[in-house]
């Protein structure tokens, strides 16, 4: 008995498949990729949250408000706190598994809060060169603390009117005259090298 062309077809796809799932330890992804495909993500979410969450509740409908201090307020956290509570979250969840290490945080030149200022040589030459380059990402390898980082950063630009317009009536903000499509800030991706 002689096997379809179907029957083969399906049978290399599953033994493809197989393989694919069963990756040895030296298939490895370049860092580049992985922050390039990390940062697609928590981009793509945050804009989501930004545009349909708070830009639609808040600013279309009027049915809630977005605060500082959304517990208090029983309003919504800001975008850039959801940002900041992802991070977070990421960080917990990951600290007991040494496969999985990265951090990722969102800064800026001009920050409301003064923790979201560059800390580090490569932080501020970064949020410099993509405020200086719309569309383009920076990427360096730096050392902190004696380990070695690959470090990207990618543009955070201003996608709604809630964004651009949170900024600029801040009380603390030190720029008051954001445009949308306009770089705010960046996203920070740092993964450790090994050696």
């Known amino acids: ?16 498949s197989l393989s694919a799932m069963h990756a040895t330890a030296s298939d490895t992804v370049p860092l580049k990729v992985m922050a390039d495909a990390l940062h697609a993500v928590l981009d793509s979410d945050r804009a989501i949250y930004t545009k349909k969450v708070v830009g639609r509740l808040v600013k ?10 959304f517990i208090d307020d029983k309003a919504l956290p800001l975008p850039a706190q959801m940002f900041r509570m992802g991070a977070e979250n990421v960080a917990e969840r ?5 496969d999985v290490n990265f951090s990722y945080s969102l ?30 990402n920076y990427y360096i390898k730096e050392e902190l603390g004696g380990k070695k980082y690959f470090t990207a950063i990618y543009p955070d630009v201003g ?8 900024h600029n009536k801040h009380k603390d903000s030190p720029k008051t005259d954001f445009k949308i499509g306009e770089v705010m800030g960046g996203v920070v991706i740092r ?3 090994d050696g």
């Not at 990951?94 to 040494?98: C, F, L, M, R, S």
């Open 1 to 16: 008995m002689k096997p379809s062309k179907s029957l083969i077809t399906l049978s290399i796809a599953s033994v493809l």
């Open 60 to 69: 279309k409908e009027k049915v809630i408000k977005a605060s500082e201090h």
């Open 94 to 98: 990951i600290a007991d598994n040494p």
């Open 107 to 136: 800064q800026s030149l001009w920050p409301i809060n003064s923790q979201n200022a560059p800390k580090t040589n490569a932080e501020k030459e970064g949020l410099k060169f993509i405020a200086d380059n719309p569309g383009k």
């Open 159 to 166: 996608v709604a009117p809630v964004c651009v317009s949170c």
């Open 191 to 193: 993964i450790p090298v």
